[in-house]
């Protein structure tokens, strides 16, 4: 059951090259269909009051190496994965590159096949293998349809991304040889690291936060984010932002929290700290951006700070926040990608002040700018979203440990609707400028990767118990306050 979300988009990249090329679009979407109600039917027989792993699938692969294929599901990884189905799906419904289609499809399954993997990995390698797997295709992705300086950018995505593998790697391996657990499958390693010292915890857990904190990313390990946004393609940042960097909270939750609790308590005002950094960081240098791809970026690592101060927080409420955050993160992240794309694709600029008066009815684009109004508002956190309910969570749960840390990541949500009610003010809003005059139909096909987001970010922020209810039993029974 768990392979198919694995072995379906592998068969699509087999069949993309097999098929004429008329069809190769087709079999694109078939393919992500497939995957998608695979995760649905997955979601239906997901038991919600179990709290460990389910749908075990375990083979023998390479036992000499301690590499074994074990795949499992929790409520941590499950909500996840139907984050990763969705993105993909939509990243591939979207409007698609005029060159290299059949290559461009086969990478962009191939990536979503590999964050499946990654998320229901149950031995330390294979999660390795998975994590590195989806580099090739995203630094690809960047590196072919990317902007003016895509190479720069691929590279830069490419460098840091194997700093973070070599890491957690060397974590890894110090885990297995100091909890003498002999091997790197999961339920082991659980077992095992409960004998680990406080020093070692600790010194695991410095290799694991630097790995991760790259691929989250956190200040100052963020400075390949911007620039690969600004170069990828909107699809490409959409998968990005809405999935990739949550490779990297998960292995927060789920190797820091859970296999090293008492070196995690230790750290834990470490963390909180450095999550008010990254919230105020990103969100002070989103206001100053004129390129509104990059007011997105900065917005991004900001509130990918929220999840690191819930993890810090560590109690049952704030680990449940963290994963909701991480999944209305990823909403609202791809949501606003997609729609300045679709800007940039309309108008040829992102720039600020080249931009005004895009919500005019008659000639500008109403619909777009009022699906960005209901995008900005839910990362501002008004209520009636998700991003409102998700960072209430956060604030809720992390308080009784970190008062003073909350109340200043508190301000970053202040800061999130200064800077975007510069962008929409400046974009939307105002007399269109003649230079716009004649801007170009955009149909309801071309929209409609928006309107999904759109719903759903509106769904679940007025019924938020249909996203908490899949990771509530599992993450809090974590807490370590």
Do not use: C
Request: charged share 10%; hydrophobic share 60%.
């Amino acid at each position: 059951m768990l392979s198919g979300l694995i072995g379906w988009p592998l068969l699509g990249v087999l069949l993309l090259w097999l098929a004429p090329g008329r069809w190769v679009r087709s079999v694109a979407l078939a393919t992500v269909a497939v995957v998608a109600i695979w995760t649905g039917v997955l979601l239906a027989q997901f038991d919600v009051h179990t709290a460990g792993w389910q749908m075990v699938q375990s083979l023998p692969w390479l036992d000499n190496l301690g590499l074994s294929y074990r795949l499992a599901v929790d409520g941590l990884s499950l909500p996840l994965l139907g984050l990763n189905s969705l993105i993909v799906a939509l990243v591939v419904a979207s409007p698609h590159p005029a060159s290299r289609p059949r290559l461009y499809y086969s990478l962009v399954l191939l990536a979503g096949a590999a964050v499946a993997g990654a998320f229901l990995a149950q031995n330390l390698l294979l999660f390795f293998l998975f994590y590195e797997l989806e580099l090739l295709p995203l630094y690809l992705l960047i590196a072919i349809w990317g902007g003016p300086r895509r190479d720069y950018a691929a590279v830069k995505f490419l460098v840091y991304t194997a700093i973070s593998g070599l890491l957690l790697l060397a974590a890894f391996f110090g885990l297995v040889v100091l909890s003498g657990a002999g091997s790197f499958d999961y339920e082991v390693i659980v077992m095992a690291a409960k004998t680990l010292g406080l020093g070692a915890q600790i010194g695991l857990l410095v290799l694991l936060l630097l790995g991760l904190g790259i691929k989250i990313p956190l200040v100052p390990l963020h400075t390949w984010l911007p620039d690969a946004h600004v170069e990828a393609s909107t699809e490409v940042s959409m998968l990005l932002a809405g999935v990739l960097l949550k490779l990297g909270t998960y292995g927060l939750l789920r190797f820091g929290v859970q296999l090293l609790p008492e070196g995690w308590r230790v750290l834990a005002p470490v963390l909180a700290v450095w999550a008010v950094v990254s919230v105020l960081y990103g969100s002070l240098m989103a206001i100053g951006q004129q390129d509104m791809k990059r007011v997105v970026a900065f917005s991004s690592i900001g509130h990918m700070g929220y999840v690191l101060l819930a993890a810090a927080a560590a109690t049952p409420l704030s680990l449940v926040a963290a994963v909701a955050q991480m999944v209305s993160h990823g909403l609202i992240a791809a949501l606003l990608f997609f729609l300045v794309g679709v800007v940039y694709r309309v108008t040829g600029t992102r720039d600020l002040a080249k931009l005004q008066g895009l919500l005019t009815p008659e000639r500008g684009l109403p619909v777009v700018g009022s699906l960005m109004i209901l995008a900005v508002m839910a990362s501002s956190g008004i209520p009636g979203m998700v991003g409102f309910i998700s960072e209430f969570m956060v604030f809720r749960g992390s308080f009784p440990v970190f008062p003073v840390p909350t109340v200043l990541a508190m301000l970053g949500t202040a800061l999130t609707s200064v800077y975007f009610l510069l962008l929409v003010n400046r974009a939307f809003f105002g007399r269109l400028t003649p230079a716009l005059a004649e801007l170009p139909p955009v149909t309801w096909g071309q929209r409609l990767p928006a309107v999904v987001l759109a719903g759903l970010v509106v769904m679940l922020g007025l019924q938020p118990s249909w996203l908490v209810r899949w990771s509530e039993v599992t993450v809090s029974h974590w807490g370590l306050g």
